[in-house]
């Protein structure tokens, strides 16, 4: 089980009218969706102009383009069109100073502490696109003979990504699904505040898959919610928060996230909270002869 130092300091930070699609509309409406800023992290617009949604939750195919594409899953779909992909929505979103606002003001710290665990020079995977400036910041900490790929399921956090790291050649952004593994090995994978949107089905896979990623010796680092602290001031908003806009978070109030993993014996686990409990760092690091 992972080891818990807890670090219980309490400091607290602080439409346009658009026309859409019929799909859009259509959407919205079979969902009861409001498009409006909320609290959450993740994903912005660009080379998914001509690419439709369905009701399913999949991509449409386009003229020429194979059925099996990836497909955006329906729990995205259903849960989070409004955050990710919404295109007006997506644009309001991601900013530095909302990813600040939604983290109570501990966002530099929580990216710090994640970075600390990564090497400079290193291979490591980014599952699924940041909103904010964190993509950039985590290409300049590896440095330039570093390699970093990010990788996203919806095309639109994809397209805003490559803007914003094109500048950084040591980055490189693509398309694929974080619950599915592959044979790229990383020396390092960084889960920054991914597994909160993700149904208890999904955060086991991805959790799986990801551990699958690393070789002997690396490391997984996720970064996410955490149950705080019984009497903490912003637990009762929290609650709230998570009720209306995030309906997966709190599975990370009851569980651990090596809880998720379906071989943790080859990993060695390690903790740590922040902000009164209201933050998670777990690192699992592959054991040699695993």
């Known amino acids: 089980m992972p080891r818990d130092d807890h670090d219980d300091g309490f400091v607290v930070a602080s439409q346009e009218s658009e026309s859409r699609t019929n799909a859009e509309k259509a959407s919205l409406l079979k969902h009861g969706k409001i498009n409006g800023a909320s609290g959450d992290i993740g994903r912005m617009n660009g080379d998914i102009a001509n690419v ?3 009701g399913a939750g999949a991509a449409a195919a386009l003229p020429g383009q194979r059925s099996n594409a990836l497909a955006i899953p329906s729990y995205l779909q259903e849960h989070y069109y409004w955050a ?12 530095e100073i909302i990813v600040k606002f939604i983290l109570w003001g501990q966002h530099r710290r929580l990216r710090d502490a994640a970075f600390a665990e990564l090497e400079p020079g290193s291979r490591v995977l980014q599952p699924a696109c940041v909103y904010g400036d964190f993509s950039p910041a985590l290409a300049t900490y590896l440095g330039p003979q570093a390699n970093l790929e990010i990788t996203d399921i919806a095309p639109i956090q994809l397209a805003a990504c490559r803007r914003k ?10 398309r694929a699904d974080a619950s ?4 790229n090995v990383f020396d390092a994978v960084c889960c920054y505040f991914l597994l909160h949107e993700l149904p208890d089905d999904y955060k086991h896979k991805v959790v799986t ?5 690393v070789r002997p010796g690396g490391k997984v680092v996720f970064v996410d919610y955490h149950k705080p602290h019984f009497a903490h001031p912003l637990k009762p908003i929290t609650s709230l928060i998570f009720d209306r806009l995030e309906p997966f978070a709190k599975s990370l109030w009851r569980h651990e ?3 998720f993993a379906a071989a943790p014996k080859y990993f060695s686990w390690r903790k740590q909270t922040f902000f009164g409990g209201l933050f998670q760092k777990v690192v699992a690091r ?3 002869q695993s």
Do not use: G, T
Request: glycine share 0%.
């Open 52 to 54: 439709n949604y369905n």
């Open 84 to 95: 990710y992909l919404n295109p007006r929505n997506v644009r309001l979103l991601d900013r």
């Open 165 to 174: 790291l094109r500048n950084l050649p040591q980055a490189r952004v693509r």
């Open 180 to 183: 599915l593994a592959d044979n």
């Open 209 to 213: 898959a990801l551990l699958e990623r």
């Open 257 to 259: 996230i090596v809880d």
């Open 286 to 288: 592959k054991m040699a």
